[in-house]
Every structure is written in C-alpha cells, then in structure tokens.
C-alpha cells in the first residue's frame, strides 16, 4: 500500500493506492495528528510527503509508528511530473504514484539532534538580520533629517548621541536593537560550547576565517559528509557550482538548486579568509582576481575551501595552508 500526504497550512489531503494504482482511500482531514493516523490505521503503508516548513512534525511522529516514510523534494517531484489541472488531489495521487514505482527524489532528513543545531544557528542569523535591517532604518531617519555624524552611529558613544537628537523612531529602534543585542549574545553562548564539542565544527575552526558560528552552521548544514559522494556534490550542493542547461549547440548557465544558507557563509567565511590568511586558497583568489575581477573570485575561492571542507572533514584532518 501507498500513501501520499499532501501538506498545507490548516488542511492536508491524504490518499492511499495500492499495488496496482487503484486508490483505496481518499481523505481531505485538518491538521491534526490523531486523524492522518487514523487514515492510515492498519494499512502498514509506505508514506511520502513533500519537504516544507510544515512536514517535520507528522514525518517524525510516523516513523515513531513504525511507517517507512520518504520526503520528496518538491522542486524535483515538480520537474518529474508536471500536471496541466493542478489541485491538492492531483498533488497527493501524483506523489502516491512516484512512491508505487519508486521514482521519489528524496530530500534529506537529518536527525533531531542535527535539527536542533541548525534552528540555533538559523534563529541566530535571523536575529542578526532583523538587527542589520533596524539600523538601516536608524540611517535612513537620520539621512532624512540631514543630520551628519562622524564615525560608527553604534557604538556606546554613537547612541548617546542618537538618543540625545530625541527622536521617537530613532528611540524606538534602538530599544528593539538593545534586545536583539542581548540574543544574539545568549545565542553566541550557546553556540560556542556546541562548536566545541562537535567533531566537525572542531577541525572546521582549523581554518582562518571560519569562526564558532560558521563552523557549527557549515557542519549542521553538511549534516553528514558520507551523503555527498565527491567534493563537486557538495559544491553544487553549496550552490558554488554552476548548473549547465545545453540544446544542441546553445548553452545557457543556470543557477544551482541546493542550500542557500552554506553558500552565504561559505562565501563570507573566504572573504575573512584571503583577507587575512596566506594560503593557497588566498593566492588562488588573487590571480582570479587579477583576470576576472573579485566577484568571479571570491565564489571560485568559495568553491576551492569547499572542496578543502569535503577533504577535511573525509580524512578528518585539519587545515593546512598549502592546501
């Protein structure tokens, strides 16, 4: 038996086939537990749903049931099987279908103790960034006045004389600041005995430029080095790689499907690291740099500690700066 939940917001649409593709049940059910088990009661049924924000609950809570559970990658299922009339029933019996003829592009589902690591690490850089978008608006409320300070407007003695220009906005934003600042330290406190203990992370902190943050980001990120085969899988994983699109003698360059996050801390970690450190991979940069400019540099860079990455963490052994 086959079954497809098709997840949304308030609804799921939940159908079971069996070994021929005839469908033996079919239910639209709210968003609750007790129901989809009750669907599925007695059925011992192969189960598969798309990745999403939402998946993570009822994945884990149905292989605590003992059900063989899959997660399908929903741009992948998308690019497989394309549907003129699209609706939740025809979502839910496509992917039922995928799983009957074992055609599902399955994401990756890393444990909960890997979960648990990346929403720290991923919370921390939403904080930061609520942090760096309020004192664009503290700029911008200044700009609009005209008014010119020299220096960094955040420091102890920039918001003094912020707070001294007794505007309510400017005020505003930097009470909101003021408490990012303590969580982002709180979380800086969690984060630094995590990295210290975790087997990645700590040889990840060999390399100059890749701090307690970025190590234990890029670790959770990779999750398991074993799952990437070569060092290029992990490169267009890291969207470092580019894709290649080609019909007959035209070629297009396409953009990487893979983790946003690791390719934004990849590339801000090299950027420390050439700027700081004499290795090979800072000399790499530097002659791309020279031929085709410091964007195209930095991501090739990028993409040679990557590899490093993959061969550190493979052998388990630390940086060198030879390469």
């Known amino acids: 038996m086959y079954a497809a939940l098709d997840l949304h917001e308030k609804s799921i649409q939940c ?14 059910v709210g ?4 129901r989809i088990l009750g669907f599925l009661d007695g059925t011992h ?4 749903m798309e990745s999403g924000y939402n998946h993570q609950h009822i994945y884990d809570l149905l292989k ?6 899959r997660v399908a990658h929903p741009l992948l299922v998308k690019a497989i099987a394309y549907a003129k009339v699209k609706s939740d029933k025809v979502d839910a019996r496509m992917l039922a279908d995928l799983l009957r003829a074992d055609m599902i592009p399955e994401a990756y589902v890393p444990g909960k103790d890997v979960r648990e690591v990346r929403d720290l690490v991923r919370r ?4 930061v960034r609520l942090r ?8 911008a409320e200044i700009a609009t006045r005209w008014i010119k300070h020299d220096g960094d407007l955040f420091t102890e003695e920039g918001r003094a004389f912020l707070r001294s220009l007794s505007i309510a906005a400017v005020d505003d934003y930097l009470d909101t600041i003021g408490f990012l600042d303590g969580k982002i330290r709180e979380l800086d406190e969690r984060v630094r005995p995590m990295a210290e203990s975790d087997r990645y992370a700590k040889l990840l902190m060999t390399i100059p430029g890749v701090g307690h943050y970025s190590a234990l980001l890029i670790s959770s990120e990779i999750a398991d080095i074993d799952r990437f085969p070569d060092h290029e ?33 990849m590339v801000q ?30 991501v090739a860079a990028a993409r040679k500690l990557m590899r490093t990455v993959y061969i550190m963490l493979k052998e388990e052994q630390a940086f060198r700066l030879d390469g």
């Open 31 to 34: 968003k609750d537990e007790e």
């Open 233 to 265: 899988h992990l490169c267009s994983y890291a969207k470092l790689s580019p894709g290649v699109r080609q019909s007959g003698d035209t070629q297009h360059t396409t953009r990487a499907i893979g983790d946003s996050l690791l390719n934004w801390v």
């Open 269 to 298: 970690c090299t950027r420390v690291h050439v700027r700081r450190c004499d290795s090979a991979i800072t000399r790499f940069y530097e002659q791309v740099s020279r031929r085709r400019g410091e964007k195209i540099a930095i």
């Open 64 to 69: 605590e049931k003992g059900y063989d559970v």
């Open 45 to 48: 049924a192969s189960v598969v």
């Open 15 to 28: 159908v079971l086939k069996d070994d021929t593709g005839k469908v033996v049940r079919e239910s639209k």
């Open 132 to 139: 760096t978008m309020l004192k664009n608006k503290v700029h």
């Open 124 to 127: 921390r850089r939403y904080m």
